[in-house]
């Protein structure tokens, strides 16, 4: 049986997701590489497909209408798409400036009007065409990434945990931020990457979005009394990797 | 409290045996029959009504109720429903494949308390697994047990499973059996509508004793039949479904109220359970 | 059993002599707060905590536990426990010691759990400090703490060390320990039976009258509903809880093939504890809504156990109510609101 022909493509983002699918190191890359042909991956090798691909992960955000096509091309010729990194699945970072309308000039100055910069508001790539799976984060949690390919590999639905940071902070035994005179996302936050942040000390700030149903009512107020928050501020915090949630919300 | 250390002279309960699948049909369109063997040649042991959990190695275990009887030791049935990653796994498995079990699990149809009665079994959709087990054993030990009534609903005439059961069990002198379906086709000219249609078609003694095994919606229903009878509530034996996760009552998955599915059931009087605010 | 005295001059060496021969286990600090951790030092131990983060539960269930590993030739069990001691676990984690010892030995005898539980030697130790949220002097107090081999009190110039079983007598060994006098055990008697004035938490009532009146409430959907308004559903009552043991099972892949099945702590409070699937992206949840899940915990805290362990299956730590974000799921605040319902 030949191997799964894997690509990795890139929309609106830094690549950093990618450079983390790098990052593995040299023993279970190569082993990774027995049961699993990569076709394109732009940040470690110059070839390019446009060939039928078996898994097609798609990093960063729908924000040029320009990508629709280039996006509906990728899902034509790959059976299983997955979504990976937070501006792939939910918009990420990116979608912040879906609530702003003067952020061009402020980030691209002079050049704001060159073609390929004239975006729109920013998007999953679930908003263009189908996405089977994701893998959330900022940057995504690699071993994540590694276990979903093993699971798709045996014809397994990948686990995602639709369960708090709080989990992982306390299985762990992360000194809660709040304890700390901190503020947090964590009870919100969508859970899967080990809660690295709280434990080294900084707050989590949801990059892997929400859990399904994030209680955002009581967040707010958990903001507000515990944290020191103004409302405003409060109901704002969790645009940052969460923008298109919260206005869906 | 002294520990006696022998943690090192008992078995691991999450270690399972491998079992080989002798026989695979594609029941429905999501069900798959499984007839399957200890692979080192042991029987399994069960009574009706007992789960094992059903696994497969990197995709987990699922708990299924024992479709066949234990009265026929050559080998054992399983029906799966691919619904998720472990019975989807399962049911892309044929003939000759093996998976892993643990079992038998959890405690089955009180059959003391079957002996020498009348036995009315309800059964709606895919609740005809574990209580075939029950129906091959009685009519395996028929002198045991008295009058011996079916009642069996489906959605649909091609959702109906074990075709080569029914189509003996219809005209059979040892049980009677009723049959319906909620929707029919062109090819159905049997009763049409719910479960309690059929409880009109026979006089049942308030001496009898009822398993019921259905969707949750179904034991409302049934029960509100039973009751009409005058069929005392610790002589009704029902087959409940939870998320049964390490079929050994610890992870505390399938706990209704404080009973754990898997160990204090699958099985349970209704008189048991009735007053459990989560069981129905 | 003996009761001995160890000078405080003397317990760095009683330490030491004994983290030599086996691995010893105790409380430590973590920024503001304490985790029971492999001692490195004897300098480490701190006696005088609180309370810890994670109760001592996992170091015999812990938090991620391979089951079986596999591989194309097979599949083994994966349990290796070793000997070890853990020092200073308070009374009331021993009671839930005692609590998951049953739990996991009784009807279906779970090695994963007791093979690590029955290689370890608990020294007990008193309440030097009493956390913010203890309640542990009014519930079950009819229940004695059990499981551990020895108990270590703090008195002044020293610790008056009592011991329960042989496992316990044989650490004395490690140590310049003398019999204790009987000033010195007094003494001791006395500084325990402070910390249970220190309580800054108290239930109102007895475990029966609290029983009762609990599971009566089930019904009551508006107060459940309330209860749990602030609910994250993130499952920290449940983790941090020294009596809940509730896990999950999941297989993973190694790059190489290769595998394991490793079980994971869960917690009713999260949203997919009882979620069934259907097929077909359908599901059933049998508590979907936060206050069903909210009151399942309180039920089984204070009522669903009690004829199993002699006792509520609560000791009063106070932990879930220090880690709830909201601060909503202190057990005490919920039972005696009941109660006065």
């Keep these: 049986m030949s191997k799964p022909k894997v690509a990795f493509f890139d929309f609106a983002c830094c690549e950093g997701c990618q450079i983390e699918m790098t990052n593995y190191g040299a023993e279970p890359f190569l082993e990774l590489l027995k049961h699993v042909e990569i076709v394109e991956f732009r940040e470690a090798m110059t070839e390019t497909t446009t060939e039928p691909i078996d898994i097609a992960l798609i990093e960063g955000s729908f924000t040029r209408e320009a990508d629709r096509a280039r996006l509906m091309e990728i899902r034509k010729r790959a059976k299983i798409v997955i979504a990976y990194g937070q501006c792939a699945t939910t918009g990420g970072i990116n979608a912040l400036k879906n609530h702003q309308t003067d952020y061009k000039q402020f980030v691209y ?9 004239d975006s729109k508001k920013a998007y999953g790539v679930d908003h263009v065409i189908k996405v089977d799976y994701y893998a959330y984060g900022c940057p995504v949690n690699k071993y994540e990434v590694l276990q979903i390919l093993l699971h798709l590999l045996h014809g397994k639905e990948p686990v995602i945990p639709n369960y708090p940071v709080c989990v992982e902070c306390k299985r762990r035994e992360t000194v809660c931020r709040f304890d700390e005179g901190d503020y947090c996302m964590g009870m919100v936050a969508r859970a899967g990457c080990g809660a690295p942040c709280p434990a080294a000390g900084i ?46 919300s | 409290m002294e520990h006696q250390c022998h943690w090192n002279e008992v078995a691991n309960i999450f270690l399972p045996r491998e079992a080989t699948i002798v026989q695979a049909v594609q ?95 309800v059964a709606g959709g895919i609740g005809l697994c574990p209580t075939r087990s029950l129906i091959q054993y009685i009519l395996d030990r028929r002198d045991e047990f008295e009058r011996f009534v079916l009642f069996y609903g489906s959605r649909e005439p091609c959702l109906q499973l074990f075709g080569d059961d029914l189509a003996c069990w ?25 479960i309690t249609t059929l409880f009109p078609k026979v006089q049942l003694s308030p001496e009898t004793r009822a398993v019921i095994c259905g969707p949750p919606i179904f034991y409302r229903f049934v029960i509100r039949e039973l009751d009409a009878i005058g069929i005392p509530r610790e002589n009704v034996f029902v087959d409940l479904e939870r998320r049964m996760k390490c079929g050994v009552g610890k992870c505390g998955h399938c706990q209704i109220n404080d009973k754990y599915v898997c160990v204090d059931g699958p099985v349970f009087s209704f008189a048991d359970v009735q007053d459990l605010e989560e069981a129905f | 059993m003996t009761t001995s005295f160890i000078r405080s001059d003397d317990f760095a060496a009683f330490l030491t002599a004994m983290m030599e021969a086996v691995p ?97 030697t608990i020294v007990a130790s008193n ?17 004695q703490p059990e499981g551990h081999d020895a108990f270590l009190t703090a008195i002044e110039g020293g610790y008056v060390f009592e011991t329960r079983t042989e496992r316990g007598e044989a650490l004395l060994g490690y140590g310049a320990f003398q019999p204790a006098t009987d000033a010195q055990i007094d003494e001791a008697a006395r500084v325990n039976a402070a910390a249970l004035e220190q309580c800054p938490e108290k239930l109102e009532h007895g475990t029966e009258e ?132």
Aim: glycine share 10%; hydrophobic share 35%.
């Design chain 1, 109 to 117: 100055g002079t050049d704001s009007d060159l073609p390929h910069l």
């Design chain 1, 203 to 248: 707050p989590c700030e949801a990059c892997r979005g929400f859990v399904d149903d994030p209680n955002l009512a009581a967040f707010e107020k958990v903001l507000v009394e515990r944290a020191g928050f103004t409302p405003q501020r409060a109901a704002e915090k969790g645009r940052m990797f969460t923008a298109n949630a919260l206005e869906a």
């Design chain 2, 27 to 121: 029941a429905t369109p999501t069900e798959k029959h499984f007839t399957l063997k200890m692979s080192d040649g042991q029987p399994m042991e069960f009574e009706p009504g007992q789960i094992v959990e059903l696994g497969l190695l990197g995709y987990g275990e699922i708990p299924i109720g024992f479709a066949s009887s234990p009265t026929r030791t050559e080998s054992f049935d399983l029906v799966v429903r691919s619904v998720g990653r472990v019975s989807g796994a399962v049911c892309k498995l044929e003939e000759g494949d093996t998976v892993n079990v643990r079992g038998p699990l959890g405690h089955g149809f009180d059959l003391d308390k079957l002996r020498g009665r009348d036995v009315l079994v």
């Design chain 2, 170 to 194: 219809r005209g059979m002198q040892e049980m009677e059996y009723h049959e319906t379906v909620d929707n029919a086709d062109p090819s159905w000219t049997g009763n049409v509508g719910v």
């Design chain 3, 24 to 120: 010893v286990y105790g409380p430590v600090a973590k920024r503001s707060r304490f985790v029971f951790e492999r001692l490195e030092a004897p300098d480490e131990l701190r006696l005088d905590y609180d309370v810890t983060i994670l109760p001592p539960k996992k170091l015999f269930f812990p938090p991620a536990q391979d089951l079986l590993r596999f591989d194309e030739a097979g599949v083994e069990a994966a349990l290796e426990p070793t000997e070890k001691v853990l020092l200073g676990v308070h009374f009331y984690d021993v009671k839930a010691i005692d609590q998951t010892d049953l739990l996991f030995s009784e009807r279906n005898y779970d090695v994963n759990y007791m093979g690590h539980r029955e290689t370890t």
């Design chain 3, 127 to 143: 309440i030097q400090n009493v956390s913010g949220r203890a309640f542990f002097a009014s519930v079950g107090t009819d229940v």
């Design chain 3, 210 to 341: 609290i029983a009762t009146k609990v599971r009566a409430a089930f019904g009551d959907d508006e107060l459940w509903n309330e209860l749990a308004a602030d609910c994250f559903s993130c499952g920290t009552c449940n983790t941090v809880c020294p009596t809940c043991y509730c896990f999950d099972v999941q297989d993973t892949w190694n790059v190489d093939q290769s595998g394991q099945r490793t079980r994971f702590w869960d917690g009713c409070l999260t949203e997919d504890f009882a979620k069934c699937s259907l097929g077909d992206g359908g599901s059933e949840n049998f508590r979907e809504q936060r206050g069903q899940r909210f009151r399942h915990r309180i039920m089984r805290k204070a009522t669903y156990l009690n004829e199993k362990l002699g006792g509520p299956a609560c000791v009063g730590c106070g932990r879930c109510s220090a880690g709830c974000t909201a601060d909503i799921a202190d057990p005490v605040r919920v039972i005696n609101r009941i109660m006065a319902s």
